[in-house]
């Protein structure tokens, strides 16, 4: 099956959005903490101000940001082959996403003022379980049918 070729919308757009989902948190994560400042002042985080409205706001970005990577991932991974089962796709998608996470700390080592937290990779793999378990549940109670470019919304138990 030819990657770019997908027979349903969601599946032309889905990796795209995971290039940009994976650039834009390198990117910000290379950013140096004088650019952030403005940010997190904006934001909420602590930053040139030294106070933050919302407590923990980066462990959050984190979740949510490789969450949705997880997400991103197993969506292509589930459409580009149908040899392999779901918690397969699932613990590759969960394994990624937290080797994007440890990546990520890696490469923010080297920027000035930045400091690596194992804290933010376990919120990077705790997003990634939730997003995925959630993701698993809904497919269970939809019965959705993503092959072929057709989805058809059939509850389960009805």
């Known amino acids: 099956m030819n990657f770019w070729c997908f027979t349903s919308n969601i599946y032309r757009v889905t990796p795209l959005l995971l290039i940009a989902a994976v650039g834009a948190a390198f990117y910000e994560s290379t950013m140096p903490p004088t650019i952030n400042d403005k940010v997190?002042?904006?934001f909420g985080r602590e930053g040139a101000l030294?106070?933050?409205?919302?407590?923990?706001?980066?462990?959050?970005?984190?979740?949510?940001?490789?969450?949705?990577?997880?997400?991103?991932i197993s969506i292509v991974l589930s459409?580009?082959?149908?040899?392999?089962?779901?918690?397969?796709?699932?613990?590759?998608?969960?394994?990624?996403?937290t080797l994007l996470g440890l990546a990520n700390e890696y490469i923010q080592s080297f920027s000035p003022g930045r400091a690596t937290e194992l804290?933010?990779?376990?919120?990077?793999?705790?997003?990634?379980?939730?997003?995925?378990?959630?993701?698993?549940?809904?497919?269970?109670?939809?019965?959705?049918?993503?092959?072929?470019?057709?989805?058809?919304?059939q509850m389960v138990g009805k």
């Open 40 to 42: 997190n002042a904006v």
């Open 50 to 72: 030294g106070y933050s409205v919302i407590p923990h706001l980066d462990k959050i970005a984190h979740f949510f940001t490789f969450g949705l990577i997880a997400l991103l």
């Open 119 to 153: 804290n933010d990779v376990l919120a990077d793999m705790a997003g990634a379980i939730v997003f995925l378990t959630v993701w698993a549940i809904v497919r269970m109670r939809v019965g959705a049918d993503w092959k072929g470019g057709s989805v058809k919304m």
């Open 79 to 97: 459409h580009l082959t149908s040899s392999i089962g779901r918690l397969t796709i699932a613990i590759t998608s969960l394994g990624l996403a």
